[in-house]
């Protein structure tokens, strides 16, 4: 997928502007915002499970290349077969070969960001592979052609008549209103596909170093019907996913669905070893493991390590101002918000993206809901360096930084600039106290006033103060 | 294939630097890790009393939708299944997985009741199954996978009983994977923790249940016989 994320400020106007987009961005709030909030507050260990969760991945991190041939040797001795792929083009090659070997001319497919990121849903289309996406929400993106606008809820940005429209005009039948008709007409639309796929794709949330395992986490159970239907089942994954013990999965486990939606518990947590053994019942015959790098291993050892430890909980968009204001289509690529403003760049390249890094506050929220304690503000910062190293920064705020480091590193001029320019916005604004449009500072006073200065500066108060006996504490 | 594999392994040993004596110490590490978890990661809320544990399963279970039963032996499954079905105005017929557990709780008694055994197809409206384990903490029920406990049954059918042994309820996920290795030497195809019906926000963020598992989710908690004064 083509990064769009250089228009991230046309789009976010776009989304400020549209209505319904904001209504359906303002139930994140008092859902899965609030809903975080009350799920921590109701377990005394989740700030001690939030330590623990950040040491897990980072003692993974530090010994990934043990941790990955110890899940290579599991995953072989429990049936199943690993792939790496370098990049996306390499994951999208192997994912289609396994699908000719299986002679694949369906396949579902379960929510899986990597999958998205790799960009394996055109591809297997282009090759006239059927794919059609079992998550609710990823249906109903499909449907609409659109990538996902969140990581836990990709159709988060649509209201319940904009899927009463979709489904009438592609399932043919009456406009249903009623949410619960809607999503028993999904079901069964779906269930049809599952029994006519010939394989299953799923992602994976952790992948199991000590025994091979395959966890995965779902709410409508489609990531079970999607591997145990089919004959194959392919699981597409990344490196970072890997965690030491099934022990250390609960941990990450217990944090997952109170950061994401506030649940105790997402309804179905699957872990899956190998394909089905010989006098089961139910169970794919194959299972192939797809391990993508894609740049993951570029940023070990470097500022962006820390990104590693992110489990996809999707806190940190739920919680941050911009997200909840511009929605998930103004990021213009697979990963949205604060984790996608650090992660993009990264796969997308700086050049396509450098627009995201800015795209923030730095307000703070997400780091401090951030269930493996990412330091996403720090991470942002890092890619807006690399921007100005790169000379990708718009040249107004280049040489306006430039102006500023000049008059900024020579405190004589500096104190004459800015006494000047108080004195002079003083004398202006001593009518009202505040200004409502000013030269140079028209983004301030579109939405706000200016408040004036006094007409002194800091330095000639303080100099003032000196002078004086300092008032007694 | 492998030349990707020389290669990601190959730019991670160089990212992580490691010289041969820091190789072995990371090994050490890497062996010590299970070992050196730090207390208090099973959280407190679960570690009770047998009876005060299935009292918190069954209300953080009640809290997620899932419907639960509570009876006195084995011979007392067949009737809470049958009362189920009639309460739900479903068809007295089930798929049930082939578990001489289930094969020994007498069916006789509801004459009613047609009882497939295996897995589910498309057209089972219930299924019935057995769990390991139940999970205080959150109202979670642990399966299995084995040639006896197929695991479509609790996925495919819009409706799924799981059977519950009192005694197979723990506090923590932990403690639930413990009693499975009890019996049993690695792990099942598939252990699934099960935490309510189906359920999805997919559409204006509203919860609707029954996405694509069952929409509705009994667990039947089954007090063993010979305890005597279980509360009823």
Known sequence: MQPTSLAFEAKAHAALDNPALQSALGSIKTGWQAGRSRAAEALPEFEALRDRGRDIKNHTLQHLDLYLEMFETKLAAAGGQLHFARDAAEARATVLDLCRTAEARAVTKSKSMVAEEIGINEHLEANGIERIETDLGEYIIQLRKEPPSHLVGPAVHLTKDQVSDLFAEHHGGPRIEDPAALVAEARRVLREKYFQADIGITGANFLVAETGTIVTVTNEGNAELTQGLPRTHIVITSLEKLVPTIDDAFTLLRLLARSATGQEFSAYTTLVTGPKRPADLDGPDRLHVVLVDNGRTKMLGTALQEMLRCIRCGAC???????????????????????????????????????????????????????????????????????????????????????????????????????????????????????????????????????APSGTTFMAAWAKQAGRPSEPK | ???????????????????????????????????????????????????????????????????????????????????????????????????????????????????????????????????????????TVLLASSPDRPTLLAYLPETCIIVLPTDRIVGAYEQALALYREDASGLPRSLNFITGPSRTGDIAQKLELGAHGPKRLLVVLVDPESTAGQPA
């Open chain 1, 317 to 451: 968009m739920n919680h941050c101002p911009v997200y909840l204001a511009a929605g998930g289509h103004a990021y213009g690529w697979v990963y949205v918000g604060p984790m996608g403003s650090v992660l993009t760049p990264q796969f997308a390249g700086i050049e396509e993206t450098h627009t995201l890094p800015n795209a923030s506050t730095f307000c703070g929220r997400c780091e401090a809901v951030c269930p493996v304690r990412i330091p996403l503000p720090k991470l942002m910062r890092h890619w807006r360096e690399v921007q100005f190293e790169k000379g990708l920064t718009p040249p107004t705020a280049r040489y306006g930084l430039r102006a500023w480091g000049f008059v900024a590193t020579r405190p004589a001029l500096y104190r004459a600039v800015t006494r000047a320019a108080a004195a002079v916005l003083g004398l202006l604004g001593r009518g009202t106290g505040r200004f409502r449009h000013l030269p140079l500072a028209g983004g301030w006073t579109q939405s706000r006033d200016l408040p």
């Open chain 2, 1 to 139: 294939m492998s030349d990707a594999r020389e290669a990601v392994m190959a730019r991670i040993r160089e990212a992580l630097g490691r010289t041969p004596e820091e190789d072995a110490r990371a090994r050490e590490r890497v062996a010590a890790w299970p070992r050196e978890a730090p207390p208090g990661r099973i959280p407190a809320r679960g570690q009770l009393e047998p009876e005060a544990r299935i009292e918190l399963f069954t209300s953080m279970a009640t809290r997620v939708q899932t419907d639960v039963e509570r009876v006195t032996g084995a011979g007392a499954i067949p009737a809470a299944v049958g009362r189920y079905l009639r309460r739900h105005n479903l068809p007295q017929k089930l798929v049930m997985a082939p578990d001489p557990v289930l094969d020994e709780a007498g069916w006789a008694s509801q004459p009613l009741l047609r009882i497939g055994r295996g897995t589910a197809s498309d057209d089972d409206a219930v299924g019935l199954t057995l769990a390991v384990a139940g999970i205080a903490e959150t109202g």
